[in-house]
Nanobody, 127 residues
Framework: QVQLVESGGGLVQAGGSLRLSCVAS????????MGWFRQAPGKEREFIAA????????SYVDSVKGRFTISRDNAKNTVYLQMNSLKPEDTAVYYC????????????????????WGQGTQVTVSS
C-alpha cells in the first residue's frame, strides 16, 4: 500500500509558477511509474504528465509541453511537477498517482492504469 500526499498548490497570477510535490509513504516509489492528473469542475480527470520508474522516460499532454516538467527523487520518495507560464485554463485540482504494474520506461496515460492516488491539491490561476 502506498499513501500519496500532494502539496504546493495555491493561487497564482497568469504567467506565474508553482511547484507541486507528491510525497509517498508506505513503500518506496522506485517500483512505481508516477503520473500527474488534474480535474477542473464539471470536467473529467485529465492526464498531465508521467514519469517512468527510473525517470528515464517522461510524457506530457500537448497543452503543457514546454511549460510543465515532471521529475522524481526516489531517494526522497517524492515526485515533482514544476509548472511555469501558468494560464487560467490550468486551474484545477491536481492529483498524483502511482502505477505499480508497469515495466521501466513505460508510463500510463489513463486514470484506470494507476493504483494509488493522492487527495489532490488546488491550483488556481487568475487572469
Amino acid at each position: 500500500q502506498v499513501q500519496l500526499v500532494e502539496s504546493g498548490g495555491g493561487l497564482v497570477q497568469a504567467g506565474g509558477s508553482l511547484r507541486l510535490s507528491c510525497v509517498a509513504s508506505g513503500r518506496t516509489l522506485r517500483s512505481y511509474a508516477m503520473g500527474w492528473f488534474r480535474q477542473a469542475p464539471g470536467k473529467e480527470r485529465e492526464f498531465i504528465a508521467a514519469i517512468s520508474r527510473s525517470g528515464g522516460k517522461t510524457s506530457y499532454v500537448d497543452s503543457v509541453k514546454g511549460r510543465f516538467t515532471i521529475s522524481r527523487d526516489n531517494a526522497k520518495n517524492t515526485v515533482y511537477l514544476q509548472m511555469n507560464s501558468l494560464k487560467p485554463e490550468d486551474t484545477a485540482v491536481y492529483y498524483c498517482a502511482a502505477d505499480r504494474l508497469v515495466a521501466d520506461l513505460q508510463v500510463g496515460y489513463l486514470p484506470h492504469e494507476y493504483d494509488y492516488w493522492g487527495q489532490g491539491t488546488q491550483v488556481t490561476v487568475s487572469s
